[in-house]
T-cell receptor, first 115, second 111 residues
Framework: DAGVIQSPRHEVTEMGQEVTLRCKPI?????LFWYRQTMMRGLELLIY????????DSGMPEDRFSAKMPNASFSTLKIQPSEPRDSAVYFC?????????????FGPGTRLTVL | EDQVTQSPEALRLQEGESSSLNCSYT??????LFWYRQDPGKGPEFLFT???AGEEKEKERLKATLTKKESFLHITAPKPEDSATYLC????????????FGQGTILTVHP
């Protein structure tokens, strides 16, 4: 299995621009998660989906952030407009809830720099 | 609000010097306690899930244990390749997804 795939791996953009991060979960997994990691705040859950439906978006910092999951194999996280404080590493993770097991498997992350 | 606190923030060991990392949690109705390893520039890599107090799991030089208030990650005779950041996370209630992560322990093992 290829694992969770994220693109791009690095993104540098200017303040005010739209940024779209992409994720392909592990095939067959029914949960998908978006996290943000910074030195100050550590790893924070932004939003997660179950069977393509958003379940909890309480971690999304503000209306500039939006996430979609149009099908089981693809999700996007969009920031519009971007601001320098959005600079962070964004991780996508997926899991399969089976019996009592539900460990999450993370992608390699997208390092976002907003100038 | 769920809280997970890890200590120490950083730990430096000599190769072969065993030690433990601590993860204290305040989670209502613990559903799972997770340990991850994160190398620089990479995503967290899953190590263990613990579900109930008294449970233990082992993998090579690592052993994770769980009590009602905390979890320990014991590292026996560590090697330089064990150097990484170790993250603890917990979820409770009816959620399968809402993990609360600790800030991590940066482990450095010197040869």
């Amino acid at each position: 299995d290829a694992g969770v795939i994220q693109s791009p791996r690095h993104e540098v953009t200017e303040m005010g621009q739209e940024v779209t991060l992409r994720c392909k979960p592990i095939s067959g997994h029914d949960y998908l998660f978006w996290y943000r990691q910074t030195m100050m705040r550590g790893l924070e859950l932004l939003i997660y989906f179950n069977n393509n439906v958003p379940i909890d978006d309480s971690g999304m910092p503000e209306d500039r952030f939006s996430a979609k999951m149009p099908n089981a194999s693809f999700s996007t996280l969009k920031i519009q407009p971007s601001e320098p404080r959005d600079s962070a590493v964004y991780f996508c993770a997926s899991s399969l809830v089976r019996g009592g097991d539900f460990e999450q498997f993370f992608g390699p992350g997208t390092r976002l720099t907003v100038l | 609000e769920d809280q997970v606190t890890q200590s120490p923030e950083a730990l430096r060991l000599q190769e072969g010097e065993s030690s433990s990392l601590n993860c204290s949690y305040t989670v209502s109705g613990l559903r799972g306690l997770f340990w991850y390893r994160q190398d620089p520039g990479k995503g967290p890599e899953f190590l263990f899930t613990l579900y109930s107090a008294g449970e233990e799991k082992e993998k090579e030089r690592l052993k994770a244990t769980l009590t009602k208030k905390e979890s320990f990650l014991h590292i026996t005779a560590p090697k330089p390749e064990d150097s990484a950041t170790y993250l603890c996370a917990a979820t409770g209630g009816t959620s399968y997804g809402k993990l609360t992560f600790g800030q991590g322990t940066i482990l450095t093992v010197h040869p």
